[in-house]
């Protein structure tokens, strides 16, 4: 195994703690020298609550933006090429690695985020974000082409999405496809390397009023924080272009609020029902689709959910 090889394996692996809905990681990679292409696994895609493989792009782009910033910790830069097969949506990204310069200290920060993020689906202290963390989120999505659309607590608005959050949320406990593919990436099986650990879920909200996912194999019920940052990521278009740039500008704006001490947590069932996903559009009088939603704020540290070890990353190294 050269240097080179040895870096690439390095990447990959922080590549994979990338957040993906339901930690379903579908990802894989082929590995060449210093060339890497990542696929999206189109048997882990959500076939009912994600048809179009939206949330497995956004995932698949987390992983890239992982895989660039990671990089440039080893001094590499990621040359990419995004979905360069127009026949193929399932080829995400063409990945050259090269050397290029030392890292400065931003990039060096971010890299370190990557180990640091977690998922916190714990209530948060109650209170929004400071100024300088909400510049760097700002900018962050912007970085990769991208809106974040921040919702604090004193705008009025705030009712409505949450509205709608309950809204898709009583829906989607209706359908039994939903509530299957749940309990298929949900799981107390301490053996198992993807999927959502039981014991990570967090409570259920006392008051329904919070905007996370209601699981239906969460326990206890808590009182959540009434004046957490909301914010939704959108994008100009609504295509997989679009998709991928949306999960780094998620990962990229996670990183960023993650060395700011900053935890996430999503509500995205608002976005998997196409009428609740318009009606939360018009609500922000977004210019763009939206693509997801989080609420961010500062939580106790969190344990994390497994990885599979990326499938194809070591073939090129074995052989
Ligand atoms: C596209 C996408 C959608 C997600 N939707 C939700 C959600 O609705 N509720 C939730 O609690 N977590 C959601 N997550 C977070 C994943 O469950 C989480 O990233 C995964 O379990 C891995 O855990 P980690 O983020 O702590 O590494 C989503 C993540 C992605 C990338």
Redesign the pocket.
């Known amino acids: 195994m050269d240097v080179v090889d040895s870096r690439v394996e390095r990447i990959l692996r922080a590549a994979a703690?990338a957040?993906?809905?339901?930690?379903t990681q579908p990802w894989q990679v082929d590995v060449t020298g210093s060339t890497v292409t990542l696929r999206a696994d189109a048997a882990r895609q959500l076939r009912h609550s994600d048809p179009h493989g939206r949330?497995m792009l956004?995932?698949c782009g987390?992983f890239l933006f992982n895989a660039r910033t990671a990089a440039r910790r080893d001094s590499l830069t990621a040359v990419v090429k995004v979905l360069p097969d127009p026949d193929d949506e399932l080829l995400v990204a063409e990945i050259a690695f090269e050397p290029g310069p030392v890292p400065d200290m931003d990039e060096l920060e971010l890299s370190v985020a990557i180990e640091r993020?977690?998922?916190s689906?714990v209530p948060f202290d109650d209170q929004p974000l400071f100024t300088d963390v909400l510049m760097s989120i700002l900018q962050a999505a912007q970085g990769e082409g991208a809106e974040l659309r921040l919702v604090q607590p004193s705008e009025p608005v705030r009712e409505d999405v949450l509205g709608l959050v309950r809204r898709a949320e009583a829906l989607a406990a209706e359908d039994p496809a939903a509530r299957a593919e749940e309990a298929a990436w949900t799981t107390t099986d301490p053996g198992r390397d993807d999927g959502?650990p039981q014991d990570l879920l967090g409570p259920a909200a006392d008051d329904e009023r919070a905007p996370?996912?209601q699981f239906h194999a969460s326990t206890g019920k808590a009182q959540f924080e009434e004046r957490s940052t909301l914010a939704v990521l959108s994008t100009a278009g609504d295509s997989a272009r679009d998709w991928v740039a949306a999960g780094q500008a998620?990962q990229h704006v996670l990183l960023a609020a993650t060395t700011y001490f900053v935890h996430a947590?999503?509500?995205?069932?608002v976005l998997e029902n196409p009428t609740t996903r318009h009606d939360l559009r018009q609500a922000l009088s977004l210019d763009g689709a939206p693509q997801?939603l989080m609420r961010l704020g500062y939580s106790s540290a969190?344990k994390?959910?497994p990885r599979r070890a990326v499938p194809g990353a070591a073939a090129h190294d074995r052989g």
Do not use: D
């Open positions: 703690s957040p993906s809905v339901y930690n949330e956004i995932s987390a993020r977690t998922t689906r959502v996370v996912r998620l947590s999503f509500a995205t069932t997801m969190q994390r959910t």
